[in-house]
């Protein structure tokens, strides 16, 4: 085991890589953009392995992302929370009279705003991903 070179990472799509080459090869590890939750460097020489952009143990960029989701999550509850309400208040039919409405909630725009911060905070995937990568790929 001391001739080989064994290492284990996690991308940034949460995918576990595992590789293993003699130590005499003409390879060196790369470890560019990876996220390195859980490690294993046995009996290595990491002498001209790249980790440039790696984040280790805690991701900053991760939690960064995190909070945009939320805000935007939020930003769009807004005025979908005020659309739904405005609606609310129009009369169809009848005279506007006050009538327990059964679907109330639906109209309340504090519940659009309240639900999309969850589902912001609480989903593993990013919803609005691809509006995130289409602002980020512009430099």
Not at 15 to 24: I, R, W
Not at 79 to 99: D, I, K, M, N, R
Not at 120 to 129: E, G
Request: hydrophobic fraction near 40%.
């Amino acid at each position: 085991m001391d001739n080989y070179v064994n290492y284990r990472y996690h991308n940034y799509q949460n995918q576990s890589f595992q590789d293993e080459f003699h130590k005499g090869a003409n390879r060196i590890p790369d470890f560019t953009g990876s996220r390195l939750k859980g490690c294993d460097f046995r009996g290595t020489n990491l002498a001209g392995a790249d980790f440039s952009e790696t984040a280790i143990s805690r991701d900053k960029q991760n939690f960064q992302k995190q909070i945009m989701q939320m805000s935007l999550h939020i930003i769009l509850g807004i005025p979908l929370g005020l659309v739904s309400w405005a609606f609310g208040q129009l009369v169809v039919v009848g005279c506007g009279t006050e009538v327990a409405d059964p679907y109330g909630w639906i109209t309340n725009p504090f519940v659009w705003i309240f639900a999309f911060a969850t589902a912001a905070a609480m989903s593993p995937r990013k919803i609005f991903y691809r509006s995130y990568a289409l602002t980020k790929g512009r430099k």
